[in-house]
T-cell receptor, first 112, second 109 residues
Framework: SQTIHQWPATLVQPVGSPLSLECTVE??????LYWYRQAAGRGLQLLFY??????ISSEVPQNLSASRPQDRQFILSSKKLLLSDSGFYLC???????????FGQGTRLTVV | QKEVEQDPGPLSVPEGAIVSLNCTYS??????FMWYRQYSRKGPELLMY????GNKEDGRFTAQVDKSSKYISLFIRDSQPSDSATYLC?????????FGAGTTVTVRA
């Protein structure tokens, strides 16, 4: 069966520091991969999605970037964090277009 | 206007009641419809999914889609305290999933 791993679960970082969040999927090949951010009491905002290695689509201009160095690995990065980057970050995968997505357990990022 | 509108609630019901959750959408290109349950500080968990208009049942859960009205619903029968969570509707157009803001539900014992 497929599983998705996302770490760390919690992170506190100072303003201006770099960020690297990692997500890996097991038990499937060539998944679509997604990064979402969820602000308190709000819905999920799609940040990036990838349909293959090295293929990244950005949904909103921001202080973040994403990379997919391997088929089942998706990384969310920032060179310099802002206070507004605080939030709950979720990685997800799906098998193709117009199919259900499965989520990791999320990373709660607090920028101080 | 948001692509997906969902009343954030909160919604509080007694144990055993029917919970009714709704979303409307504006993009007629959406083809796949999902409901997720999210407990506090956890990732969303897929509850139900469907392609077509009509009803789909799974145990105590019924998902309903009306594409002509751009309206989807989730009904939870015989609600339990363990159903207390935030429920998110989602819909897809090709590779992108768009989510509602989520409705927070509390089932009182």
């Amino acid at each position: 069966s497929q599983t998705i791993h996302q770490w760390p679960a919690t992170l506190v970082q100072p303003v201006g520091s770099p960020l690297s969040l990692e997500c890996t999927v097991e038990g499937t090949s060539n998944p679509n991969l997604y990064w979402y951010r969820q602000a308190a009491g709000r819905g999920l905002q799609l940040l990036f999605y990838s349909v293959g290695i090295g293929q990244i689509s950005s949904e909103v201009p921001q202080n973040l970037s994403a990379s997919r160095p391997q088929d089942r690995q998706f990384i969310l990065s920032s060179k310099k964090l802002l206070l507004s980057d605080s939030g709950f970050y979720l990685c997800a995968w799906s098998e193709g277009a117009n199919t259900e997505a499965f989520f990791g357990q999320g990373t709660r990022l607090t920028v101080v | 206007q948001k692509e997906v509108e969902q009343d954030p609630g909160p919604l509080s019901v007694p144990e055993g009641a029917i919970v009714s959750l709704n979303c409307t959408y504006s993009n007629s290109a959406f083809q796949y419809f999902m409901w997720y349950r999210q407990y506090s500080r956890k990732g969303p968990e897929l509850l139900m999914y469907t392609y077509s208009s009509g009803n789909k049942e799974d145990g105590r859960f019924t998902a309903q889609v009306d594409k002509s009205s751009k309206y989807i619903s989730l009904f939870i029968r015989d609600s339990q305290p363990s159903d207390s969570a935030t429920y998110l509707c989602a819909m897809s157009n090709d590779y992108k999933l768009s989510f509602g803001a989520g409705t927070t539900v509390t089932v009182r014992a």
